[in-house]
């Protein structure tokens, strides 16, 4: 390997460092992968850094700069614009080199003790000064070199356009039918709620609050009641409304927060779900097989036993009877009959064809086109933009796919490895009947019946974030910075939960019983051990400065085009139901 780090070894100037053989060394060295004019340019910039910050640094340390400046094959002194200083750390700066792949950073870094510096290698952001305090290692420098940071950002690539599963032209008529199904209340058992009521256009394609209010509750978003008299619900559903952005690419192939809902090749239907044998086949996707279950749910949008049939249905556990009639439903309005036929010509030439597997395909069609978020400033950046995003969301990308840890579940383009996780994520809510106390919810363990899947939930993808608050499977924490605290030290956060963060209706003899799903103070000190004892995250120390740039990146994954998507509503639907909740 070509030596890079010149050995000072006084006043005299530079001399040819003299470095093991990686090859003898017990803990090698990684590749050293820097251009030849590259390496002198960043070295005067960490230099120039460490004069601007304040440090005292001889003049032994400027000849070293210049020096190295002066041999740089065909490049101007002085010449280092492409390389933007990310913090200046214990044993070196780290730079991102802008003329190269988005995301490529180096650091140049500085040891007082070479064979130390070899013997004792720890992987990059681990790497602290050998022997000597940044004042001694500036003051007194001896070795430095320049080293290619890899991090789970090497493999990020832009979206394409081939990861989407439906063409907004060519199957425009379909997108079309899908909207206003997703809108209109003719869905439900009591026809007083629709899909839209949870996850509407004006807020965020989700509702804004912790868990939702289901069947029977009024209004929208964080304005909507717990209802009255007897439309007052029984139960708050048990999860937090997820978003819907990008959840019509060809990668999220399975659904829910426990991932009940899942694509697989050797059932009948193409998918796992909780319906077993009795999901028909014909679904064009995980979103559209997920889209046939919120209107079997006695608190989403079936209603209660008792109160319409599509309910009793429901609660007898009779899913295709609820499919047929709300198809039924659909084939009584001459209006849906056009859109149908419009958009499945090949399959519906009379009322009688339609079925409720159309409705979801063209629901998730609609999703899938409407809520496609591929434009927001990370998105740019991956495709080549590099001033799309700003230093410090750089920065924060880094970290998050480097010291942070965050990739390690939320991977990717999209930020997510679509696996399970635990960490010990407070319990809020009526929980899913699981536990001794019957509020608990086991999460992931509920579909696979294996217990080391308790508490284990899907990760999120996390475009559009910053607007799709509160977070976590419950929505237990408000803000985003208080989830990304979270994350940082998860059983500290667990432990010291504040449930007034908690965004939503409240009514005092229902929320006693329900908002720690448990009725006593032992009860929940028990949940609240095994939740801890199940978490997966080791703590992370990362400083203010280093918090507030992880924050930016997540903002940076915002698309301008989300700030306003009140087109997405529909001004009425072909039901003639009301549009207000």
């Known amino acids: 390997m070509e ?84 913090g200046l750390g214990d044993a070196g700066i780290e730079f991102h080199d802008a003329g190269a792949r988005p995301g490529q950073s180096y650091r140049v870094e500085w040891s007082a003790d070479l064979n130390a510096w070899w013997r004792s290698w720890e992987p990059l952001d681990d790497v602290r000064s050998r022997g000597a305090d940044l004042a001694t290692a500036v003051a007194l420098p001896r070795y430095f070199r320049v080293v290619k940071v890899e991090s789970a950002f090497s493999s990020v690539a832009a979206l394409k356009e081939e990861d989407f599963l439906t063409d907004a032209q060519t199957e425009a008529a379909k997108v079309t039918l899908g909207r206003h199904l997703f ?207 700003s230093t410090s969301a750089r920065h924060g990308m880094e970290l998050f796919y480097g010291k942070a840890g965050c990739a390690e579940c939320h991977s990717g383009a999209l930020q997510t490895d679509l696996q399970f996780h635990a960490i010990a994520m407070p319990q809020i809510g009526p929980g899913k009947g699981h536990g001794p106390s019957g509020h608990e919810d086991f999460g992931r363990e509920a579909v696979t019946g294996n217990p080391a899947d308790r508490f284990k939930f899907r990760t999120p993808p996390l475009r559009n974030i910053a607007l799709t608050g509160p977070y976590g499977h419950d929505g237990a924490y408000r803000t985003l910075r208080a989830v990304v605290e979270h994350h940082l030290d998860p059983v500290a956060s667990l432990n010291n939960y504040d449930p007034s963060q908690l965004q939503m209706p409240h009514d005092d003899a229902f929320d006693d019983e329900f908002v720690f799903n448990t009725r006593t103070a032992s009860d929940k000190d028990n949940l609240w051990q095994a939740i801890a004892d199940a978490n997966e995250l080791a703590p992370i120390d990362l400083t203010e400065t280093e918090l507030t740039a992880v924050l930016d990146f997540l903002n940076a994954l915002t698309d301008p085009a989300v700030f306003d998507i009140r087109q997405d509503v529909p001004l009425s639907v072909p039901s003639l139901l009301p549009m207000f909740e």
């Not at 251009?35 to 005067?44: H, K, R, V, Y």
Request: charged letters at 15%; glycine letters at 10%; one cysteine or more.
């Open 3 to 86: 030596c890079m780090t010149p050995n000072l070894k006084g006043a005299d100037g530079l001399q040819d460092c003299d470095s093991p053989n990686p090859a003898d060394s017990p803990s090698p060295l990684p590749a050293l992968t820097v251009s030849e004019n590259a390496l002198p340019i960043m070295i005067t910039n960490a230099l120039t850094i460490i004069l601007m910050r304040g440090r005292h640094v001889p003049l032994i340390t400027v000849a070293l700069a210049l020096s190295l400046s002066a041999v740089a094959s065909g490049q101007e002194q002085g010449q280092g614009d492409g390389f933007a200083i990310h």
């Open 183 to 389: 809108y209109d209340k003719v869905l439900s058992g009591n026809r007083n709620i629709s899909c839209a009521t949870c996850h509407h256009s004006l807020t965020g394609t989700g509702d804004g609050l912790s868990l939702p209010v289901g069947e029977g509750g009024r209004g929208l978003g964080v304005t909507r009641d717990l209802g009255e008299g007897d439309t007052f619900i029984h139960e708050r559903v048990p999860r937090n409304a997820p978003a819907v952005f990008n959840l019509g690419m060809a990668q999220f192939t399975t659904m829910f927060h426990d991932g009940r809902v899942s694509a697989d090749a050797d059932q009948p239907s193409g998918f796992a779900t909780p319906a077993g044998d009795q999901l028909p086949t014909g679904l064009d996707s995980a979103l559209a097989a997920q889209a046939m279950f919120p209107v079997t749910s006695a608190t989403e949008m079936a209603g209660q036993q008792g109160e319409n049939k599509v309910a009793d249905a429901a609660a007898a556990g009779n899913l295709p009877q609820v499919w047929e009639m709300l198809a039924e439903r659909l084939r009584t309005i001459p209006a849906y009959f056009v859109a149908f036929r419009a958009a499945f010509p090949d399959q519906v030439n009379q009322a009688s064809d339609i079925t409720f597997v159309h409705a979801a395909n063209a629901m998730a069609a609609f999703e899938g086109v409407a809520w496609r978020t591929d434009n927001s400033p990370f998105d740019r950046f991956l495709r080549g933009e590099q001033g799309a995003m």
